[in-house]
């Protein structure tokens, strides 16, 4: 299981597939709000003039000296639903990133998000 109090350290480590390519940098780690246990990580994609963020989910992720390796192929997680480099992910937009990748999506009994960023 990932620890919580190791996400700092990730920021700006590579993030590969699980075939080992570079999908871009860990930028930020969403946590989900029930648990507190990391759920989903933001990764830096792009060149330089068109860089976004996009998501992938840390289940089943390893991390290693300088990188997170993800269970999710990179053309899957570059189509993932993506916000700009300055932005948060707005709560209408979660379900739809769960979905992209076939995972239940649990809103909160009174409609609070699933997910909060670290």
Avoid: C
């Avoid at 933001?42 to 990188?67: C, K, S």
């Amino acid at each position: 299981m990932i620890q919580a109090a190791d996400i700092r350290e990730w920021r700006s480590y590579d993030v590969v597939d699980p075939d080992g390519r570079k999908i871009g940098t860990l930028e930020a780690v969403y946590v989900n709000t029930r648990t507190d246990e990391p759920a989903m990580a933001t990764v830096l994609i792009g060149l330089p003039t068109r860089r976004r963020l996009v998501f992938v989910p840390l289940d089943g992720a390893v991390v290693g000296p300088t990188y997170v390796k993800v269970d999710h192929a990179k053309a899957l997680v570059k189509e993932s639903p993506s916000i700009g480099t300055d932005d948060v992910l707005p709560a209408e937009d979660e379900e739809p990133l769960f979905r992209h990748y076939g995972l239940p999506y649990e809103p909160g009994t009174k409609g609070e998000r699933q997910l909060a960023r670290r």
